[in-house]
């Protein structure tokens, strides 16, 4: 097998020699890569050598070795240096600093195209700009551009730290595009432009490689690998990195945001490495119906020409559509599937490791199917990081040539999807959506609008009051017009989700409308007569301000939901602040429960104009305080407690946070097993993990221990954000022990997600009892098919927006919102209402004794209501859902332990979920003192 696979690729060679004949391999380059390879069937003709060249640096001659050589891995530094004096050397290099990651290392970009491209780069950068705006660019002169310009094609690597082989195949793509004169490769550099960003996250780039020279260099026994990744990719992310497209959160994605509106791109390609050997993304559908056709036609084009090169080369394992649906464009490649462009990506073998490893694939990994015609092997082989070198610069080189030899069509698809978004905005309904800025808490609605805007999405306020068929609207509405080029983006972030019911398994979030995630009404407006309000563009993203009435001496804020109640306790962390129990009155005002009463104090005017400009908050002046029953609201020390086994919910929880200057601790699994929490914190909040309950509690094995994660001289970039002598080890039962303890002895426990698994079946709190989700225990008599039908109606809510109402609407958990709502879910446990044991001697074991309802503080669905459980997306199986616990406050001794059944923290996107966590920490002491009767158990 080997000596034939020796003689195709010679056969091969020898039928493509005319098309390498202009280059001269780097002596040794081809025997190195060839030793480095496992199986010439993994090799390709294309990449086969590196070309010579007298005076460009080889990529090899930089580092020394050949890029994918075993047992190494280039750092950012590194990479970053070759990519300097690579285009330092080349005229037909230019290298650009497009962003700074969150410690301080720079994110870089290399351009590469013939010399004169190189020289009319800005006016390349004019062009495609031009074509994506169809308003200021008619076709007769997009024709124009088009016989010019060219297609920009970016390719992104190392997003996700531990798929190490994107980095080393684009420094070598790089030199090869940039010194061969294969006619191929002087055809994509003389029609197309190559942006590439070898390691779009430097700071999981260090930390990763880093981590393999302390961690796994030289071992290459697959089964006793130790932890292949660090526990942090950066200062906040780790997988979820890649999930940040509408929200932008991560300078990974704000700079290849950035990149995206200055060039205009009309391919973004992002390399990852998770199947074997190349599946080249399109989606298996359903296809988001928001975007424009022509996009799916082409990426479609794009994997199939790959699969069909790579297969000619007779490279086995290449294959496209079995992954993903293209519903949901959230991710890093989503700039341009959300803006007309073209998103796409690679899943290569990576080995996680630059080591070798053996690998046998299971049997659903090398059947033959119509996506992959030639499937990998299914017999035992060996993996190189060469051989995913191979692999990754041969697809690219692929794309590469199709893109160069069809450029004038890419270019006018490009111009004609934004032509097609516009025009519908102009030609058919809605027209727009009106988006009041009165709604409760109007920092939430500017934080909406200015997110439009960071899309480039463009909003306009009414300038003076208009009704329209759909309604009465004040001056100022924000109005965002559809008659825009991004209109599809806009009206797939504005409107509902509806993911099919029978669209099979999604692969993430099927929600992600802004107005339900910010609990923000936009109207869409299909009466025509909106086109004639007049309207003057937003420039900057809204600031608004509020305002204090009188000067005291006692104040008072209406609540009216505003989420930035958290980060004014903490502003006025020195000032006594109480919140009513019950709704007032004072004059004409009406006051709900929630709204706060600031006693006369010292300084407090002061305070209080402070937050008006950062928080948009308004307090009124009183006389003297109301008689209405209050508590006092001091703010609580707050621990973060972050699992070293995972760290990727818990960091967009964090971000939230400092993103509200809340001041909090962090807390690492040794701080808990060290006990004494409840001398350092009040509330313990514990995030959403991706975690089983054992895993929860015994955390990363403690077989690979000890396992510092720490700042030294040979890991100079670990140790942040947080840094361990152990990772291994979990807390254990002595920290779940001190949890208890914690709780015990008057802390607050406060549990998102599936972390609330350690709470309820952890047995921190006893009487909740998980159930199965309608899916049965056993498949019992029914035999398959009846379990078959009971999965297909199992519960899922996989990251919906789906209906909830107050159990208790005077709980302060409830405070600024109304008794029936919504929330956005994923898919987590279902839970039972509470019971108490049962007292009979015949059942000392069981929990079927009567329900306690008294600790449900929410739940899932509106029974009051025929309204449809679903806002945005889609739901499986609700009706075994509906009713059930969505938010628990159980008494546990002095403590409580308040359990989330959702995650209102996710990702920075359902900033209306997150007051209904500020409720909790803000009135931490209040639930405390809610059920002075203790454990009700
Ligand atoms: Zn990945």
Same mark, same amino acid.
């Given at each position: 097998?080997?000596?034939?696979?020796?003689?195709?690729?010679?056969?091969?060679?020898?039928?493509?020699?005319?098309?390498?004949?202009?280059?001269?391999?780097?002596?040794?380059?081809?025997?190195?890569?060839?030793?480095?390879?496992?199986?010439?069937?993994?090799?390709?003709?294309?990449?086969?050598?590196?070309?010579?060249?007298?005076?460009?640096?080889?990529?090899?001659?930089?580092?020394?070795?050949?890029?994918?050589?075993?047992?190494?891995?280039?750092?950012?530094?590194?990479?970053?240096?070759?990519?300097?004096?690579?285009?330092?050397?080349?005229?037909?290099?230019?290298?650009?600093?497009?962003?700074?990651?969150?410690?301080?290392?720079?994110?870089?970009?290399?351009?590469?195209?013939?010399?004169?491209?190189?020289?009319?780069?800005?006016?390349?950068?004019?062009?495609?700009?031009?074509?994506?705006?169809?308003?200021?660019?008619?076709?007769?002169?997009?024709?124009?551009?088009?016989?010019?310009?060219?297609?920009?094609?970016?390719?992104?690597?190392?997003?996700?730290?531990?798929?190490?082989?994107?980095?080393?195949?684009?420094?070598?793509?790089?030199?090869?595009?940039?010194?061969?004169?294969?006619?191929?490769?002087?055809?994509?550099?003389?029609?197309?432009?190559?942006?590439?960003?070898?390691?779009?996250?430097?700071?999981?780039?260090?930390?990763?490689?880093?981590?393999?020279?302390?961690?796994?260099?030289?071992?290459?026994?697959?089964?006793?690998?130790?932890?292949?990744?660090?526990?942090?990719?950066?200062?906040?992310?780790?997988?979820?990195?890649?999930?940040?497209?509408?929200?932008?959160?991560?300078?990974?994605?704000?700079?290849?945001?950035?990149?995206?509106?200055?060039?205009?791109?009309?391919?973004?390609?992002?390399?990852?490495?998770?199947?074997?050997?190349?599946?080249?993304?399109?989606?298996?559908?359903?296809?988001?119906?928001?975007?424009?056709?022509?996009?799916?036609?082409?990426?479609?084009?794009?994997?199939?020409?790959?699969?069909?090169?790579?297969?000619?080369?007779?490279?086995?394992?290449?294959?496209?559509?079995?992954?993903?649906?293209?519903?949901?464009?959230?991710?890093?490649?989503?700039?341009?599937?959300?803006?007309?462009?073209?998103?796409?990506?690679?899943?290569?073998?990576?080995?996680?490791?630059?080591?070798?490893?053996?690998?046998?694939?299971?049997?659903?990994?090398?059947?033959?199917?119509?996506?992959?015609?030639?499937?990998?092997?299914?017999?035992?082989?060996?993996?190189?990081?060469?051989?995913?070198?191979?692999?990754?610069?041969?697809?690219?080189?692929?794309?590469?040539?199709?893109?160069?030899?069809?450029?004038?069509?890419?270019?006018?698809?490009?111009?004609?999807?934004?032509?097609?978004?516009?025009?519908?905005?102009?030609?058919?309904?809605?027209?727009?959506?009106?988006?009041?800025?009165?709604?409760?808490?109007?920092?939430?609605?500017?934080?909406?609008?200015?997110?439009?805007?960071?899309?480039?999405?463009?909003?306009?306020?009414?300038?003076?009051?208009?009704?329209?068929?759909?309604?009465?609207?004040?001056?100022?509405?924000?109005?965002?017009?559809?008659?825009?080029?991004?209109?599809?983006?806009?009206?797939?972030?504005?409107?509902?989700?509806?993911?099919?019911?029978?669209?099979?398994?999604?692969?993430?979030?099927?929600?992600?409308?802004?107005?339900?995630?910010?609990?923000?009404?936009?109207?869409?407006?299909?009466?025509?007569?909106?086109?004639?309000?007049?309207?003057?563009?937003?420039?900057?993203?809204?600031?608004?301000?509020?305002?204090?009435?009188?000067?005291?001496?006692?104040?008072?804020?209406?609540?009216?939901?505003?989420? =930035?109640? #958290?980060? %004014?306790? +903490?502003?006025?962390?020195?000032?006594?602040?109480?919140?009513? &129990?019950? $709704?007032? /009155?004072?004059?004409?005002?009406?006051?709900?429960?929630?709204?706060?009463?600031?006693?006369?104090?010292?300084?407090?005017?002061?305070?209080?104009?402070?937050?008006?400009?950062?928080?948009?908050?308004?307090?009124?002046?009183?006389?003297?305080?109301?008689?209405?029953?209050?508590?006092?609201?001091?703010?609580?020390?707050?621990?973060?407690?972050?699992?070293?086994?995972?760290?990727?919910?818990?960091?967009?929880?964090?971000?939230?946070?400092?993103?509200?200057?809340?001041?909090?601790?962090?807390?690492?699994?040794?701080?808990?097993?060290? =006990?004494? #929490?409840? %001398?350092? +914190?009040?509330?313990?909040?514990?995030?959403?993990?991706?975690? &089983?309950? $054992?895993? /929860?509690?015994?955390?990363?094995?403690?077989?690979?221990?000890?396992?510092?994660?720490?700042?030294?001289?040979?890991?100079?970039?670990?140790?942040?954000?947080?840094?361990?002598?152990?990772?291994?080890?979990?807390?254990?039962?002595?920290?779940?022990?001190?949890?208890?303890?914690?709780?015990?002895?008057?802390?607050?426990?406060?549990?998102?997600?599936?972390?609330?698994?350690?709470?309820?079946?952890?047995?921190?709190?006893?009487?909740?009892?998980?159930?199965?989700?309608?899916?049965?225990?056993?498949?019992?008599?029914?035999?398959?098919?009846?379990?078959?039908? %009971?999965?297909?109606?199992?519960?899922?809510?996989?990251?919906?927006?789906?209906?909830?109402?107050?159990?208790?609407?005077?709980?302060?958990?409830?405070?600024?919102?109304?008794?029936?709502?919504?929330?956005?879910?994923?898919?987590?446990?279902?839970?039972?209402?509470?019971?108490?044991?049962?007292?009979?001697?015949?059942?000392?074991?069981?929990?079927?004794?009567?329900?306690?309802?008294?600790?449900?503080?929410?739940?899932?669905?509106?029974?009051?209501?025929?309204?449809?459980?679903?806002?945005?997306?889609?739901?499986?199986?609700?009706?075994?859902?509906?009713?059930?616990?969505?938010?628990?406050?159980?008494?546990?001794?002095?403590?409580?332990?308040?359990?989330?059944?959702?995650?209102?923290?996710?990702?920075?996107?359902?900033?209306?979920?997150?007051?209904?966590?500020?409720?909790?920490?803000?009135?931490?002491?209040?639930?405390?003192?809610?059920?002075?009767?203790?454990?009700?158990?």
């Amino acid at each position: 097998m080997r000596a034939n696979g020796r003689l195709s690729l010679l056969v091969l060679t020898l039928c493509t020699a005319a098309v390498f004949a202009q280059d001269t391999p780097e002596p040794g380059s081809a025997e190195e890569i060839s030793r480095a390879t496992t199986e010439p069937q993994f090799l390709s003709p294309w990449v086969a050598s590196i070309p010579a060249s007298a005076s460009v640096p080889s990529p090899r001659a930089f580092l020394k070795r050949i890029p994918g050589a075993a047992g190494e891995l280039v750092d950012s530094a590194t990479a970053y240096g070759y990519a300097r004096a690579l285009a330092a050397a080349s005229p037909r290099v230019e290298v650009f600093t497009i962003g700074r990651s969150e410690e301080g290392r720079d994110i870089v970009l290399l351009a590469i195209a013939d010399e004169a491209g190189i020289q009319s780069l800005a006016q390349l950068k004019k062009d495609t700009a031009a074509l994506a705006d169809p308003r200021t660019t008619d076709s007769a002169a997009a024709e124009q551009i088009v016989a010019r310009a060219r297609p920009i094609y970016y390719f992104n690597a190392a997003l996700h730290s531990d798929e190490t082989g994107s980095t080393e195949s684009v420094l070598e793509l790089a030199y090869r595009l940039a010194v061969s004169e294969q006619p191929m490769i002087q055809r994509i550099r003389q029609n197309l432009v190559v942006l590439i960003n070898p390691v779009s996250n430097p700071d999981g780039r260090d930390k990763m490689v880093e981590w393999f020279y302390r961690y796994l260099k030289g071992k290459t026994d697959r089964s006793t690998l130790p932890r292949m990744s660090p526990p942090y990719w950066s200062k906040y992310a780790f997988v979820d990195i890649n999930r940040d497209a509408h929200q932008l959160v991560h300078e990974s994605t704000r700079a290849v945001s950035r990149m995206f509106f200055d060039w205009h791109p009309t391919v973004v390609h992002d390399l990852h490495e998770s199947v074997a050997l190349l599946m080249s993304w399109n989606g298996s559908g359903p296809y988001n119906p928001n975007i424009d056709p022509i996009t799916f036609t082409e990426f479609q084009a794009l994997s199939f020409h790959e699969v069909q090169t790579l297969t000619s080369f007779g490279m086995p394992g290449v294959s496209t559509w079995n992954f993903g649906e293209a519903f949901a464009h959230l991710y890093l490649d989503s700039v341009a599937m959300n803006h007309n462009s073209i998103g796409r990506g690679y899943e290569t073998f990576g080995n996680g490791t630059a080591e070798t490893l053996q690998w046998q694939l299971s049997p659903d990994q090398t059947s033959r199917e119509w996506y992959r015609v030639q499937p990998p092997p299914s017999t035992p082989f060996r993996w190189s990081a060469r051989d995913n070198v191979n692999y990754n610069e041969t697809g690219a080189l692929a794309a590469l040539d199709l893109a160069a030899t069809q450029s004038k069509m890419l270019l006018r698809s490009f111009y004609r999807k934004g032509f097609n978004s516009w025009r519908k905005g102009v030609d058919e309904p809605p027209y727009a959506f009106a988006i009041a800025e009165d709604q409760g808490d109007p920092m939430r609605v500017a934080q909406l609008i200015a997110r439009l805007q960071s899309q480039h999405i463009e909003v306009h306020r009414a300038n003076a009051a208009f009704t329209v068929k759909e309604g009465a609207f004040g001056s100022g509405t924000y109005l965002v017009r559809l008659d825009q080029p991004y209109r599809n983006y806009a009206v797939d972030l504005l409107s509902p989700q509806d993911f099919p019911k029978n669209g099979g398994e999604p692969y993430d979030d099927v929600s992600w409308e802004l107005p339900a995630h910010y609990h923000v009404d936009a109207v869409a407006i299909a009466d025509p007569a909106i086109k004639s309000v007049g309207v003057t563009p937003l420039a900057e993203p809204p600031q608004p301000r509020g305002k204090v009435t009188g000067n005291g001496p006692t104040f008072v804020l209406k609540d009216s939901g505003q989420e =930035g109640l #958290l980060e %004014a306790r +903490y502003r006025l962390a020195k000032f006594k602040i109480e919140i009513a &129990e019950h $709704a007032f /009155q004072v004059g004409e005002t009406e006051y709900p429960a929630g709204s706060w009463l600031l006693p006369a104090q010292s300084g407090l005017g002061a305070a209080l104009q402070d937050l008006t400009t950062h928080l948009a908050l308004d307090f009124d002046s009183i006389a003297s305080t109301p008689e209405v029953a209050r508590h006092a609201a001091k703010a609580p020390r707050l621990g973060v407690w972050v699992p070293w086994a995972d760290t990727d919910s818990i960091g967009w929880l964090r971000h939230t946070l400092d993103a509200r200057n809340v001041p909090y601790s962090y807390v690492r699994d040794e701080d808990i097993r060290a =006990g004494n #929490l409840h %001398a350092k +914190y009040d509330v313990l909040l514990y995030g959403h993990v991706d975690l &089983e309950l $054992a895993e /929860q509690i015994h955390g990363l094995p403690k077989a690979w221990g000890p396992m510092p994660f720490k700042k030294t001289k040979q890991t100079p970039s670990h140790g942040t954000p947080a840094s361990s002598d152990d990772i291994t080890g979990g807390i254990g039962w002595e920290g779940l022990a001190q949890i208890q303890k914690f709780v015990e002895s008057g802390g607050v426990l406060v549990t998102l997600g599936s972390g609330s698994m350690l709470a309820l079946e952890g047995g921190l709190v006893r009487g909740v009892r998980r159930d199965s989700g309608g899916v049965p225990r056993s498949a019992g008599s029914g035999g398959a098919e009846s379990a078959q039908a %009971a999965v297909e109606s199992a519960t899922r809510t996989p990251g919906a927006h789906v209906r909830v109402s107050f159990a208790q609407p005077d709980h302060p958990i409830a405070y600024g919102y109304p008794a029936h709502t919504y929330v956005f879910r994923q898919n987590y446990p279902l839970y039972a209402v509470p019971r108490r044991w049962l007292r009979m001697a015949f059942c000392t074991t069981c929990l079927d004794g009567p329900s306690d309802p008294g600790g449900v503080v929410m739940q899932w669905g509106d029974t009051d209501s025929d309204q449809p459980f679903l806002i945005s997306g889609q739901v499986w199986g609700e009706s075994n859902l509906i009713g059930r616990p969505a938010i628990l406050d159980m008494a546990v001794g002095h403590g409580r332990v308040v359990s989330f059944n959702f995650n209102p923290l996710h990702r920075d996107l359902n900033r209306g979920d997150q007051r209904l966590l500020w409720n909790a920490l803000l009135n931490w002491e209040a639930i405390l003192a809610r059920r002075p009767d203790g454990d009700p158990l």
